[in-house]
């Protein structure tokens, strides 16, 4: 199956002519002859523009190439703009599937016998399709809300399966043939990514993960989460209170009712900033089709998220070093980043921490106090990626999606307000964290959420202490003990070893007597002595 896979995954994208997007320079005439007498399969698709090759064959290989290209369709500082307006067409409109087989989902996973039970209407006609479900515009019986239904598309689970197998494999060939592939991890990245595209596919997950990011964010000013109708939730499809704002990505319509972009963009960062740090649960498939903002107020503009299927969490560890990383980059101070990652644990302990400050300094001291639109991340993702495999950085595959969203976040912004100045956007909201996480006012949070379980067991301490004095008590008798049963465990096979030598020699003894036809009862006694031996190295070694 995976080597089917592997030639279709070639012939549609042979078939669109995307090699032909590899620059000449890149394609030396040996790889030409080859396209031309071994992978003959001819472009069906020379009148379409590049993007619209790319977007197609996208398309076409299925949910986790599209979930590619939507990743990319937001980074347009490092693509064409015709690559870019295509693939921003993955977002919402990927051809959707049967509206009757829709239907036949809905009323089987919901076990009524119509929609006319639950819906008073139901617009057959999808209001959007995505890569791995579409949705349905309705009304609601029995409150008259506008809703709509996510349905997941059908047999979707094995066509993933399958692609995410081969991506595994090719990881596996990858991390075994290239000099980097250990360095990289690709297998512990393609399982993760594995992990969270197969949670995707979970809509009941999908709904809890909408709930608690609106819970957290209940009154905010920031961010919208829409109502999830638990009643009708099940694992294949979700109802949901429908949303009417203007996608992010239209800059025009927002322009022109004269929104704050300025502070949308803002909002942005401090809506990713405090998922991350203050909820350690954050939105992790962040692209435009899934936010929306609100046409209420603009000038105080208010995000609306959809689409909660993926998210990311992270550990105190992983946050705390993320945040002092960052503090440190935006003050500049690279031995403190330098010195983190060693303690990290993503470079090896004995890195050379002047050296890698050195690096670290060369790539970053560039592009501070510049706007988005000065700065090229594209490049400073390269030379941090060639400073990485320099100092063997080891890739952290729970952080993949943290990067996924970041990148997200700035592609976002520099659509919205190219001027944003990120560092110091973010460099507030972050010092503020820290602040709360070690200082006077983190230690006295600390004690007020243990102290009802502290006054729980205070009754009790007083007996742990005593039974915890008498153990203390015990340990050395305990450890002289231990060591006296360790001289005599010691004595034993010493002694045995000493019998087994005894037993060896008397055996070859009676044997070489026996070999020369001395007494027959010398050889006997001789080997009878020998099995004395035995049995009292057996003896010792069993005590």
Not at 52 to 77: C, H, N, W
Not at 156 to 181: F, N, Y
Not at 303 to 326: H, M, P, Q, S
Not at 489 to 494: G, I, N, V
Request: some cysteine; proline content about 5%.
């Amino acid at each position: 199956m995976r080597i089917g896979r592997f030639y279709h995954i070639g012939k549609v994208l042979l078939e669109h002519g995307l090699d032909e997007l590899i620059p000449s320079r890149f394609r030396p005439w040996y790889m030409r002859f080859a396209r031309r007498c071994l992978f003959w399969l001819p472009n069906k698709h020379k009148s379409e523009s590049e993007g619209r090759r790319l977007r197609l064959a996208l398309e076409t290989l299925g949910p986790v190439y599209i979930k590619f290209g939507q990743m990319l369709s937001t980074r347009r500082d490092l693509l064409t703009h015709d690559i870019a307006t295509e693939l921003s067409m993955l977002q919402d409109s990927v051809p959707p599937f049967d509206s009757a087989l829709a239907e036949k989902t809905i009323i089987e996973a919901l076990a009524i016998p119509s929609l006319s039970v639950l819906f008073t209407d139901f617009e057959s006609k999808p209001l959007a399709s995505a890569s791995i479900a579409q949705v349905h515009t309705a009304t609601l019986k029995s409150d008259n809300k506008q809703v709509v239904v996510k349905v997941l598309r059908p047999g979707i689970k094995q066509t993933i399966e399958a692609d995410v197998d081969l991506l595994e494999s090719i990881a596996g060939v990858l991390q075994r043939w290239l000099p980097d592939g250990k360095r990289l991890r690709p297998i512990e990245v393609v399982r993760e990514y594995k992990r969270t595209i197969l949670d995707e596919l979970d809509l009941l997950r999908e709904a809890a993960n909408g709930i608690q990011i609106k819970r957290a964010f209940e009154g905010s000013e920031a961010l919208y989460v829409p109502h999830f109708y638990s009643d009708h939730c099940r694992k294949n499809v979700i109802v949901m209170e429908r949303v009417f704002g203007i996608p992010v990505s239209d800059v025009d319509s927002l322009r022109a009712q004269n929104t704050n972009m300025k502070l949308l963009a803002e909002r942005g960062v401090e809506v990713f900033f405090t998922q991350v740090f203050r909820d350690s649960f954050f939105h992790a498939d962040m692209h435009p089709g899934n936010i929306f903002v609100s046409r209420e107020h603009p000038e105080n503009p208010l995000y609306i998220g959809i689409d909660y299927g993926i998210v990311g969490t992270l550990n105190k560890e992983d946050k705390r070093y993320l945040a002092e990383n960052f503090i440190a980059f935006f003050n500049r101070d690279y031995r403190k980043v330098a010195e983190l990652h060693a303690d990290s644990g993503w470079v090896p302990a004995d890195t050379n921490i002047a050296d890698f400050e050195m690096a670290i300094r060369t790539v970053c001291e560039p592009i501070f106090q510049k706007p988005l639109e000065d700065i090229s991340f594209g490049n400073v993702l390269l030379q941090l990626f060639n400073t990485a495999r320099r100092f063997n950085m080891v890739v952290q595959p729970q952080l993949v999606l943290l990067q996924k969203t970041l990148l997200y976040v700035e592609g976002l912004g520099r659509q919205l307000y190219p001027q944003l100045d990120l560092w110091q956007t973010a460099k507030p909201f972050l010092e503020n964290w820290m602040k709360e996480q070690v200082g006077p006012k983190a230690m006295f949070m600390k004690v007020k959420e243990n102290l009802p379980f502290w006054t729980e067991k205070l009754p009790e301490m007083p007996d742990l202490l005593y039974d915890g004095m008498r153990q203390l008590k015990r340990i050395p008798i305990e450890q002289q003990k231990h060591h006296e049963l360790q001289i005599e465990a010691l004595k034993s096979t010493q002694k045995a070893r000493f019998y087994s030598h005894l037993a060896a020699a008397f055996s070859v003894i009676a044997v070489l007597m026996y070999l020369f036809e001395k007494p027959a009862w010398w050889s006997i006694s001789i080997g009878v002595i020998g099995t004395c031996c035995w049995l009292m190295s057996w003896r010792k070694l069993s005590k």
